[in-house]
């Protein structure tokens, strides 16, 4: 077996065992519930009807998800104002994620149902994913391993003072 070794992620894998429970319900809804602690939950911005934090399990560096504050699981039963919230968001997420990080394209979508990919079945979420020229590389087809070369909490840290910037919370 080969061994990749990365020592710095160390405290990443640390911050996951000390996640709560998986029983303790949907863990968009305990988040939004715990305001205060955007870093431990790496909080983008919060908006009125909804808001973003990275994706614990990235794809990429800066994999975000944006959701609605009300525990809803499918796009059609989302309000007209939590539709335009989660659309103004991702746009925001897309033009700060340029700034910082400065991909060659994105990713964004919706992934409804277990067969259409979904992890969280039960609150709706968008995934806003950058994406470079020459990112899919050998490991996740040799290894099922994705290499995100930044810390989440660094990466929280270079995006947040701009989604404040913007008049989020």
């Known amino acids: 077996m080969d061994r990749i070794w990365a020592p710095w992620r160390l405290a990443y894998v640390e911050t996951i065992e000390n996640d709560a429970p998986k029983d303790k319900g949907c863990f968009f809804c305990r988040v939004w519930a715990d305001p205060g602690n955007e870093e431990t939950h790496f909080v983008l911005a919060r908006g009125k009807t909804a808001f973003a934090l990275l994706n614990r399990y990235p794809y990429t560096n800066g994999h975000l998800m944006v959701a609605p504050v009300r525990h809803e699981g499918s796009m059609e039963q989302a309000t007209a104002e939590e539709g335009a919230e989660i659309w103004r968001l991702a746009a925001d997420?897309?033009?700060?994620?340029?700034?910082?990080?400065?991909?060659?394209?994105?990713?964004?979508?919706?992934?409804?149902?277990?067969?259409?990919?979904?992890?969280?079945?039960?609150?709706?979420?968008?995934?806003?994913?950058?994406?470079?020229?020459?990112?899919?590389?050998?490991?996740?087809?040799?290894?099922?391993?994705?290499?995100?070369?930044?810390?989440?909490?660094?990466?929280?840290?270079?995006?947040?003072?701009?989604?404040?910037?913007?008049?989020?919370?």
């Open 93 to 169: 997420a897309k033009v700060i994620l340029a700034e910082t990080m400065r991909p060659d394209g994105f990713n964004l979508g919706v992934n409804q149902g277990r067969a259409g990919g979904a992890g969280v079945l039960d609150h709706l979420h968008l995934h806003v994913v950058p994406r470079w020229d020459g990112d899919t590389n050998f490991m996740p087809v040799l290894a099922d391993v994705r290499v995100v070369p930044e810390a989440l909490r660094a990466a929280w840290a270079r995006m947040r003072p701009l989604f404040l910037a913007r008049g989020y919370a």
